[in-house]
């Protein structure tokens, strides 16, 4: 039976950065991974769906070539190929990182794992059942869709974002079951290859969890690509037809498409791992850790979707390095505070911190300074001047609480905040600090500016 020092069950962009940082430490490391090394992120998630959103992107500025005084003919979508792009970066991508375990000698078993014990794990392989051992292990064991029971799952036109992914062809159009940060990219992509597209979600506003500035900005830009939108609406039956799917809505309202798409939240894989028998608690639906993302028991660690409400890869790969260092004997804290999130509408949406409204919740006296891309030069020679960097900080000390980013390049622009939030500087030190010219990332500086009551360019 082969012994580890560290073992990672998940190869999802939590598991890989676990395993090649305890590998790095000098740990004899191996990864089990049931699917594909690289997890949801790199294989059906964050990867594919902004190679597609950016072949869209091309697309949509393809049709309004006039705008940037070119002729070309009308474009036209060929769906297999625009897949086939999609699978080669995935594909490119995760031989990169099956390379990068290699190359760092962490030993991946291919097949599903359980604990069996506190220092062991069972993995049902190819080749039949394999125990390993390990003296730290660290569940990185991701989270998968919803399916909710309304759905015809059998008829082949109903996907998850799994198979919205990696299908070989694009749909001739669809309903999008969920107006959270997933379904909008989704929207976003098809919308701009002129896909008739329809999003349903329950709630009152799109992605409902963000800034209202920030969800009225995804609302808006969904509803200039033609998508039609239905909120407040919740789905109550859907049925395969001849030519696709019907999908009734409360009310009475019937959708027709080519295909669905449900996008309506993900469950953590925390069942079927042996968590009870090894005394590992949850918390809810998700491991329940401490910020060094130890369990409730010695030695075992979680990370990721499966020990976290907010599902992002970075925060994932974050965990993942903390973990790592404290399996093999590096003490490592991460509070997990500022973490920075970004919707890849077009525009772009980035959040940082507290919105507007919880800013406002934490008693304190605060200030909130916009600068609009429409004063940016660089907005100005891309020809896309929506969107608004939007500072919200503490009156008296200049504390930063938060900032939301709307336009091209938000989800980079918003880093500059991040950075700032994470070192405690206040907006006096962020306006100080020099930024280049010409970029969107001045547009930080702008409104730092603005906040102090120094605009130079606008600001408000
Ligand atoms: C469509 C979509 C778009 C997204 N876009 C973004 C984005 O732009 N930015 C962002 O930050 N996040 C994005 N996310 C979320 C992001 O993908 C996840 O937060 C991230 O993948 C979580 O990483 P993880 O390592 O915790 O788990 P996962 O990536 O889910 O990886 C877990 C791995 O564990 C394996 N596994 C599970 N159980 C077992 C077992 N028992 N034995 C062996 N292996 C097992 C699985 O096969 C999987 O490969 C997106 C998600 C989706 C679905």
């Not at 159009?173 to 329950?202: Q, R």
């Not at 009310?251 to 042996?274: D, F, K, M, W, Y």
């Not at 500087?425 to 906040?451: Q, S, Y």
Request: net charge neutral.
């Amino acid at each position: 039976m082969p012994t580890y020092d560290v073992a990672v069950l998940g190869g999802g962009p939590g598991g890989y950065v676990a395993a090649l940082r305890a590998a790095k430490r000098g740990a004899k490391t191996c990864c089990i991974e049931a699917g594909l090394i690289g997890g949801v992120c790199l294989n059906v998630g964050c990867i594919p769906t902004k190679a597609m959103l950016h072949a869209s992107e091309i697309f949509h500025h393809i049709v309004r070539a006039a705008e940037y005084g070119f002729t070309a003919p009308k474009p036209a979508v060929d769906g297999p190929a625009y897949m086939k792009r999609v699978a080669s970066v995935t594909a490119g991508l995760r031989k990169g990182v099956e390379g990068l375990l290699k190359g760092r000698k962490v030993d991946v078993i291919r097949g599903r794992g359980r604990l069996a014990a506190r220092d062991t794990l069972l993995v049902e392989t190819d080749a039949g059942p394999q125990e390993v051992k390990a003296k730290a292990i660290i569940l990185a064991t991701g989270a998968r869709p919803a399916k909710p029971p309304f759905c015809p799952w059998d008829c082949g036109r109903v996907w998850t974002t799994d198979q919205a992914t990696t299908a070989p062809d694009l749909p001739q159009s669809i309903v999008v079951v969920g107006g959270g940060v997933i379904g909008c990219e989704f929207a976003t992509a098809y919308a701009e290859l002129g896909i008739k597209t329809t999003v349903v979600e329950m709630l009152d506003r799109l992605v409902a969890n963000i800034d209202n500035d920030a969800s009225k900005a995804i609302a808006k830009s969904l509803d200039k690509r033609g998508v039609t939108v239905r909120t407040g609406k919740r789905i109550v039956g859907m049925k395969a037809t001849d030519s696709g799917i019907a999908a009734e809505l409360e009310g009475g309202e019937i959708i027709q498409a080519s295909h669905a798409l449900v996008a309506a939240g993900r469950l953590p894989n925390t069942e079927g791992l042996g968590l009870e028998a090894v005394g590992v608690k949850l918390e809810g639906r998700i491991i329940k850790v401490d910020a060094r993302c130890r369990t409730s028991v010695e030695g075992i660690y979680a990370i990721g979707d499966a020990a976290e409400t907010r599902q992002y890869a970075h925060l994932a790969s974050r965990m993942g390095v903390v973990a790592a260092d404290n399996a093999t004997g590096h003490p490592a804290l991460d509070p997990r505070t500022v973490v920075p999130v970004g919707v890849y509408t077009h525009p772009e949406v980035a959040t940082v911190g507290l919105s507007e409204a919880e800013a406002a919740g934490t008693g304190k006296k605060v200030r909130v300074a916009r600068f609009s891309y429409l004063a940016s030069g660089m907005a100005r020679a891309y020809g896309d001047t929506e969107g608004q960097v939007k500072l919200i900080a503490e009156e008296e000390i200049g504390e930063i609480l938060g900032a939301v980013v709307i336009g091209q390049h938000a989800t980079d622009v918003v880093q500059g905040i991040a950075l700032a939030m994470a070192n405690e500087l206040t907006v006096e030190e962020l306006a100080a600090t020099i930024h280049p010219h010409p970029t969107f990332v001045e547009g930080v500086m702008e409104a730092a500016e603005a906040w102090l009551g120094f605009a130079v360019h606008g600001g408000s």
